[in-house]
Nanobody, 124 residues
Framework: QVHLVESGGGLVQTGGSLRLSCEASGDRLTDYGMGWIRQAPGKGREFVATITWDGGRTDYADSVKGRFTISRDNRKKMVYLQMNSLKSEDTAVYYC?????????????????WGQGTQVTVSS
């Protein structure tokens, strides 16, 4: 079992940057593929990015490709999402999620553990 806590959200202007952090506790982080998922007001949860257990492979939603970067530091038990060139449509609650096994998932239902989320608001 792993417990996840996100931080780093906030209010930023269009074109700005934010770095989200996810601190894990409990099991070894290397047992999990990790992902970031977001939920905008009035919408369902949407896949954003995923990373394999060793950081060897990353994948992104088309809407964030080239602007967002997911990374992890297994020694520190941390996962990050660097968000650049933010747009108003990036406004959402961002969740860190863990999937037991080597890989993350494009399917938001494929994750086993979730953090409580952190709000990101992009103002135009």
């Amino acid at each position: 079992q792993v417990h996840l806590v996100e931080s780093g959200g906030g209010l930023v202007q269009t074109g700005g940057s934010l770095r989200l952090s996810c601190e894990a506790s409990g099991d070894r982080l290397t047992d999990y593929g990790m992902g970031w998922i977001r939920q905008a007001p009035g919408k369902g949860r949407e896949f954003v990015a995923t990373i394999t257990w060793d950081g060897g492979r990353t994948d992104y939603a088309d809407s964030v490709k080239g602007r967002f970067t997911i990374s992890r530091d297994n020694r520190k038990k941390m996962v990050y999402l660097q968000m650049n060139s933010l747009k108003s449509e990036d406004t959402a609650v961002y969740y860190c999620a863990a999937r037991l096994g080597a890989s993350g998932s494009y399917d938001v239902a494929g994750y086993d553990y979730w953090g409580q989320g952190t709000q990101v608001t992009v103002s135009s």
